[in-house]
């Protein structure tokens, strides 16, 4: 009896959340619904485009980069509305709710052009709710925490996608594709219900009120080192193209059927290295594991290049998707860190934005490659800009880490 009390706190010590994990969990578990949603859809989009409405891999690709790039600008303008009107669920609750309403679109299309419409509008729904969740995520996480917090996030999130594709193709082999797309409306509608539990971050006394982010005390924080990382995001982007290629590749070495399976690897590899990267960032630094997702990323290419069989294109798939969600990770806690909390959704809707253009660009390119040279012309050029993206990364590595002193 005597060592009771002792026992008993060391035992609410352990058990007890830091501040803003509750938080963060909510939030992740948000994002792993309305993961599940996407990727039911996004999973097979591209073979319903191929082969049911025949479309080309070029037309294809340009359609993926364009419709992402849509989102990324929208998330410029959600990022200003959310620091202005310190509300951040309120624009998610937006996002999330055009989310759910665009799902029945999908199922309903029957031509290319209304595809595209409403890619726009779930893209659309997608970007405002975004910028807000990310901010909010910064906003509850402690500074020593950014990357592992970030890091949680997009692991829960790919876990969400690994179950999305898992759906996809247990539906399509009872079911046809509209009856996938009316299905997928269902998680998204679990994801809005989340946002009941979510609560904004606490304000300050005198910023309680809506107020102008664009102070001169604000606007100090986007200095030099916010510009660097803006420019290294942008660079690095460059070798990400459209993912739904990979999906195409996949079907020319197994069944059409089963080629929607190739999400499922682009979701575990996100789902296994996010947190262990975002926790390594925060202990070891951030720009070494920066370094260390490139030269990743250089491999996975080359291993596509030289892949003859799914299963070695399965995991470079794997190792390819899981060093770009660690990259943006520690991305994002750079900017976290960097910036002021007045400018932070702002910031880190600029940061879309710049990926955003680079996506669509070397989402064009591979295309037109893919179609004229070949898979192998894309995965070059993917390797290629991996590259650029680690030498740049060594070239602002000293201003970088002068700037953080």
Excluded at 12 to 34: D, F, V
Excluded at 99 to 114: G, N, T, Y
Excluded at 167 to 188: E, M, N, Q, V
């Amino acid at each position: 009896m005597l060592f009771r009390p002792a026992f008993s706190t060391k035992i609410k010590n352990r058990t007890e959340m830091r501040p803003g994990q509750r938080e963060i969990l909510i939030i992740s578990a948000y994002g792993l619904a309305l993961s599940i949603s996407t990727q039911m859809l996004y999973s097979q989009l591209a073979l319903y485009m191929k082969y049911e409405l025949k479309t080309g891999e070029c037309k294809i690709a340009l359609l993926d980069g364009f419709v992402e790039f849509v989102s990324y600008i929208v998330r410029i303008l959600a990022g200003i509305l959310s620091d202005y009107m310190h509300n951040r669920r309120l624009l998610m609750a937006i996002g999330c709710g055009v989310l759910c309403m665009v799902k029945p679109i999908f199922a309903l299309s029957q031509s290319v052009a209304q595809v595209l419409w409403a890619e726009i509008a779930e893209r659309l729904g997608n970007g405002v709710q975004a910028c807000p969740r990310d901010a909010m995520i910064s906003d509850w996480s402690s500074r020593e925490r950014l990357a592992a917090s970030f890091g949680f996030f997009k692991s829960m999130k790919t876990v969400g996608a690994l179950l999305g594709a898992t759906s996809a193709t247990i539906i399509l082999g009872h079911w046809d594709y509209r009856t996938l797309f009316w299905c997928a409306g269902i998680p998204a509608l679990a994801s809005a219900s989340l946002l009941l539990a979510m609560r904004d971050a606490p304000a300050n006394g005198h910023e309680k009120s809506a107020c102008n982010p664009f102070r001169k005390k604000y606007l100090r924080s986007l200095k030099g080192r916010f510009w660097i990382i803006l420019l290294l995001a942008a660079t690095c982007e460059l070798s990400h193209f459209g993912e739904s290629l990979l999906t195409l590749r996949a079907s020319t070495l197994i069944p059409q059927r089963f080629a929607g399976m190739t999400a499922v690897f682009m979701a575990l590899g996100p789902a296994l290295l996010a947190y262990p990267m975002g926790l390594a960032a925060d202990r070891r630094g951030k720009i070494p594991l920066l370094r260390l997702c490139l030269r990743l990323s250089i491999c996975a290419y080359v291993c596509l290049l030289l892949s003859d069989s799914a299963w070695t294109l399965f995991g470079a798939v794997m190792i390819l998707c899981g060093q770009q969600a660690s990259m943006q990770s520690i991305f994002l806690a750079l900017i976290g860190e960097c910036v002021d909390k007045n400018l932070r959704a702002t910031a880190i809707g600029m940061f879309y934005g710049v990926i955003g253009g680079s996506y669509l660009m070397a989402s064009g390119i591979c295309g037109k490659l893919w179609e004229i040279h070949g898979h192998e012309a894309a995965f070059i050029y993917g390797a290629a800009m991996s590259t650029l993206g680690l030498t740049a990364v060594g070239f602002f590595r000293t201003r970088l880490e002068a700037s953080r002193q």
